[in-house]
Every structure is written in structure tokens, then in C-alpha cells.
């Protein structure tokens, strides 16, 4: 990539004109370049005056780049060759994994005690009936489920299984849209009953709950509760994870636990540690990234990082020792490049080293 070519793509980015992929070059590639090229407070201003003037690009304040552009703009004029080689994510690339890759969309949904339904296997706009419920695929990753009126209600539980390495959309009967994670299940009745709406979730899910004051929705994750009326919010819940995170975007909600309960209000995070509960600010934009193919870390330790990773290329992690996965990391990478991508920007901060053997990743420090 040539000099006009760096400058181009970062008036791009300036004007809001970026495609997501150079979006996520740029952002990923600042971040590398933060922490390796730290600069002293008088020397900002120089840099920052003679950048912008020679390029003629109004500062940015967006994106949470403001101090930090002009010296990203002249380091990336400085050195450019090996960094875009290595985020130009093209399908040919050296370092694309052949051995390691997501599924995507695929889900099963078992109906009840009887029926299952592989959800990758239906055709957009196929509608399966099955005892009187009506699935039908939106669009890749997406169903909506439907009792028809004249089924009486049997009581049967439902259940949404997303395994490792895919996600899923489910539009209930009542409007609500739930997201679900990689390695996630849902539950939920064929029918709500008439005072509440009542389903069970594992793992991790999104949730925009349509609004209904006289039935409550209320989703059971572990030893917690969570009621709403209409909100939008995220819970995170894995079986081999002793924390649950609930992170409010909309509405208020009200989380109940062994040891109490809270309500939370726009912007508010719950961490139930099993002992007590901590309330505190979110990071929204990182906690629900995941339903938006990307992963946003915002120094968030490799050892949380890891964690996402594992699930969504299906692999086991082993750290070299536990001080590793302790070290932060601040980025934006699409959920949709190969492992080999996502863990070479890792690398190149130089902090940390990785070694693929099959399904299973090594970290080790650098």
C-alpha cells in the first residue's frame, strides 16, 4: 500500500466513509501502534500540528481517537509495508487457517420431547410445521416461532442449542428478539402462560423484549432472575463460568438473587459472583459487539479475550502461565477473518506469542 493510498483511506475514515473492514484495519492498527510508540506531552503538539496541516484533515473526535490520530497518522506514514501485508485480509493470504473454522449459523431446535429441526439445513423463507408450531427461517441465522391459535397449551418446553462457533436469532411469538451466543442454549414454553413470560437461558444472549405491563418477561439464568416489562439487555451466564453479567442498554430491569436484588437503569452493569452482587458502568459497545460480528476488547485481559475466542472457533486455550492472561488488550477485529488473522494482531503488539496444534491454542509471552 502506497503513501496516497494510507492517506485516501484515512480521509475515508475521518469523513465516515470507511467500509467495515477498513474500519477495522485502521482501529486495530492504532491500537498496535499506541502501545508500542508512547510519546511525551510536548512532543504531541508539534506532531499533531505539522500531520494535520501537511494532510488537511479536520482532527477526528469520533471513535475515541481524538488525542491519539495525528500520531497515528504519521506513524502509519512512517511504517507501512508489514502491517497492511498483515491486515489486508485477503482469502489467499499465508496465514489464512485451514484447520480452524467457524460454523456460522448453525442451531438445532428441539420441539418438546419429539421433534428437532436443523436450523442451518432449512431454505430462507421455509416455514417447518411441527405439533402445531410454525418455524420459519428469516434469513441466515434467524428464525421466527409461532403456535397457531388453535393448539391448546401443553406445557412442553422448547430449546434453542447453538453450539461453538455460531450464533443464532430467535423472534418468539411475542415479538421479543433474542440473540444467542456461541456455546448457548435457550429455553423457552410453546406457549406463555397468561401472567408471565417465563424462559430459561445458558450461555449467552442478547435480548429486545417487547413491551407488555400486564405479563412480565423473565429470563432464569443459573440461581438469577431477571424481570422486565420492555428493555433491551444482554446476560451472560456460561455453565463453566462462576460469574453472570447483565448489562442494561434500554428500559430497567430488575436482577433477584440468593443474595438480593437490584434494579438497573440504562448503562448499568450486574456481576453476581455467586456471593454478592456488583453493580457498575458498562462497556456497552464491547459487551454487545459480539451480535454485530466483531469482537471489541476495551482493555479487557487475554484471558477474558481468549475465552470469546475459544467459543467462536471452537478450540481450547492454554496459557504458558497464569501471569499471561492477565495482560490487557484494546482492539476492534470482525468476527469473520480466519484465527490465524485475529491472532496475529494480537501478536503484533508484541506482548504475546501463539502456536496453534490442532484445536488447541498455546499462549506464551513474547
Known sequence: MTEKEITDLLKRYTDQQCTQDEIILVESWYNSLKYQHPIQVDEFEEIKYQTWHSLNIEPIKKRGLYQYAAVLIGLLLLSTASYIIAL?????????????????????????SKDSIN?????IGQTV?????????????????EVQSDVKNTGELNKLIVPRGSQFKIKLADSSLVVVNSESELEFPSQFASSERRIKMVGEGYFEITKNKY???????KEQEVTVLGTKFNIQAYRNEKNITTSLLEGKVQVSTPTGQVILLPGDQALYT???????????????????????FDSEPLGKIMQQLSRWYNVEVRFETKEIAKISFTGRISKYHSIDQTLHLLEITEKVKFKIDNQTI????N
Open 362 to 365: 498455546h499462549v506464551k509471552a
Open 274 to 296: 455467586g456471593e454478592h452482587m456488583l453493580v457498575s458502568k458498562a462497556k456497552t459497545s464491547s459487551v454487545t459487539s459480539w451480535k454485530e460480528d466483531v469482537f471489541v
Open 129 to 145: 410445521n411441527a405439533n402445531g408450531i410454525n418455524v420459519k427461517k428469516l434469513d441466515n441465522g434467524m428464525i421466527s416461532y
Open 88 to 112: 489486508n485480509y485477503k482469502k489467499d493470504s499465508s496465514h489464512t487457517s485451514t484447520t480452524i473454522q467457524t460454523v456460522g449459523y448453525g442451531a438445532t431446535l428441539f420441539l418438546g
Open 119 to 123: 436450523l442451518d439445513a432449512l431454505q
Open 215 to 221: 405479563k412480565p418477561f423473565i429470563v432464569s439464568s
